[in-house]
């Protein structure tokens, strides 16, 4: 073509995803912190709306005509739901790796992409690199500075199983790691990154780097999070009431053992709510789940004998 200048574009090494509904108050920090990062390769973002009603798609926009080739925005003509929304995302991710931000989150460090990509071009083995986060309120105020249930290290698919200990703004993956979700995955309620790393955990490792570089926001309308430890706990469950149906059977034993923690945990925030019979039915699933670990037959003991001794005071069940 003589006479014109034609640029290059050099596809992107990480597709960025950020989900959002109703987001107008925090996508554009979600956007801007993605903006931020520097990298030694190029990067695109997309934007996933799951048909907001307010104003997240026109900021959503205004970046793209910004950022032309870098900012691409999802625009969906029907609503999709919370799995379905980021499977699509997911789909439409043109990069080698895939980071994961919801629009409520962002990232801390301009370095991170660097960092993560650097661990997964290094070890093939590895299917999912992630680092500690930040938790905070909707105003960015930490509530909880260090977000580390699990050390930093590398972990597999028995580990992840047990516990998800990864946060969802500090995952970066491989791409096309989302088309291995079994089909049930669409039918369970609001829980999309627990599902994705155990199926992470099956084609390889994950490796937590011990560095702090996401703030995970607790905000009033989030999905999981703002609703309280019992919701997220009956979440989980859910996906542990399925997880033997695809999971080899060399892996059941470490699926009912999480299953009768969760009943464990779940027994012991019903006691502490006074609902007693709830208690002994969760502590006896527990029980049931995982009967050769006697710290589950514990936690019955401790929930008849404290319904037993509300009876006697007048407590009666609702």
Known sequence: MTGELVQKVEPAVVSVTITAFNSERWIARALDSAL???TSFPIEIIVGDDCSS???VAIARSYKERYPGIVRVLERPAKLGMQRNYYET?????????AWL????????????QLQVEVLESDASVSVCSHFVRQVDQNGVPQRENQRTFPAGRYGVKDIVSENFVQSPSIVFRNGLHRSLPESFFELPGLVDWPMLVMAGLSGDIVVLDRVMANYSITPGSAYMSKGPLYQDRLDLIFCEHMEQFLPAKLHGAVRRARARKYQTIAYVLRQQRDFRGSRNAAFKSVMSGWQTGGNVKT???SLILEAHARLRGYRPQ
């Open 102 to 113: 919801d629009a409520d989150d962002y990232w801390t460090d301009h370095h991170k992409l």
């Open 54 to 56: 307010d104003r997240t």
């Open 36 to 38: 931020s990062q520097k």
């Open 300 to 302: 019955l003991a401790i």
């Open 90 to 98: 997911f789909e439409t991710c043109r990069g080698k790796y895939v």
